[in-house]
């Protein structure tokens, strides 16, 4: 995830010149207040123990690689544009499901242009699910196919996403109706690292998704992020199922549509219009509206 220290500044507004009329010049983005890097390892320590406590080892190492990947995706690419970017901050919270958080980079809203909005939004998404596909399939094959009388009492049945389905058929075939899989702890945290790329593939606000949208719609992105938000608020009180509230909550708070566009006349060009149809497909195919649920 991408949030800004500074929500109110605008962004950077460039033009290309062989194309467009010179604009003013403005000055580049200052930079990021100095970071202290202790704290990012401390915070990394922490989680690094609050996810071994929820899941194990193994669930840790991957859920961790997932993460890292993701906030390092945007790192890199923030960095190659120039745009001022601190090292990810992990929130540990051992009481969750995944016994973190997850992570998040500060980064200057500066943005040069539209490519590079659209370039650094999507490659945290893209980094995390590059492993989470891999970690999902091996933590699936080693998973156990148990008759459905035969799972724990009080297990979490977790909604499986349609690419999470393609891979457990890959690995297993397909499954009779009696029949269920516990999964292994990499398979978890791959399941964790779909669910986190959906969340962050939501075109609303500041989120990934957000970002993504924006570069491709310019303004007409809000009208995607206040039809996403209402049918997340619909869904929830329709099915009388609060799973997502607490996102719809934070959403309320941070603003539901993207900041006001700067004047970009830059194109996005054809490949990133591609690559932003390939990432909505990955998001509906990550996506389950009933993604947890507590079986009796």
């Known amino acids: 995830m991408m949030a800004s220290p500074y929500p109110s500044e605008p962004y950077w507004?460039?033009?290309?010149?062989?194309?467009?009329?010179?604009?003013?010049?403005?000055?580049?983005p200052r930079p990021l207040p100095r970071q202290r890097v202790w704290l990012h390892v401390l915070l990394f320590a922490l989680t690094v123990l609050s996810t071994i406590t929820v899941g194990g080892i193994l669930f840790s190492a991957a859920l961790l690689s997932i993460l890292?990947?993701?906030?390092f995706g945007h790192y890199f690419a923030a960095r190659?544009?120039?745009v001022p970017v601190s090292l990810p901050y992990f929130i540990p919270?051992?009481?969750?499901?995944?016994g973190t958080l997850g992570a998040f980079i500060r980064m200057s809203p500066r943005i040069p242009h539209r490519r590079a909005l659209f370039d650094i939004a999507a490659a945290g998404p893209i980094a995390g699910l590059v492993l989470a596909i891999p970690l999902s399939y091996a933590g699936i094959l080693f998973s156990q196919i148990l008759r459905k009388d035969g799972l724990p009492d009080n297990v979490i049945t977790l909604g499986e996403p349609l690419l999470f389905q393609a891979?457990?058929?890959?690995?297993?075939?397909?499954?009779?109706?009696?029949?269920?899989m516990l999964l292994h702890p990499v398979a978890f945290a791959g399941w964790a690292g779909m669910f986190v790329t959906a969340l962050n593939l939501l075109p609303i606000g500041q989120l990934d998704g957000?970002?993504?949208?924006?570069a491709l719609f310019g303004s007409r992105s809000r009208q995607v992020a206040f039809a996403m938000f209402?049918?997340?608020?619909?869904?929830?009180l329709i099915e009388r199922n609060v799973t997502w509230l607490p996102l719809l909550i934070l959403l309320l708070v941070i603003g539901i549509q993207h900041p006001p566009?700067?004047?970009d006349g830059l194109p996005i060009g054809r490949g990133r219009a591609i690559v932003g149809a390939l990432l909505g497909i990955i998001f509906f195919t990550c996506f389950s509206l009933a993604p947890i649920r507590l079986t009796p």
């Open 210 to 214: 957000g970002h993504i949208t924006h």
């Open 68 to 71: 890292l990947a993701h906030e």
């Open 13 to 28: 507004n460039t033009r290309e010149v062989s194309e467009y009329p010179p604009v003013e010049v403005v000055p580049p």
């Open 167 to 180: 891979l457990g058929w890959l690995a297993h075939g397909s499954l009779g109706e009696n029949v269920d």
């Open 261 to 263: 566009a700067f004047d």
């Open 230 to 236: 209402g049918g997340l608020a619909a869904y929830s």
């Open 80 to 82: 190659q544009y120039g």
């Open 93 to 98: 919270f051992p009481l969750s499901l995944f």
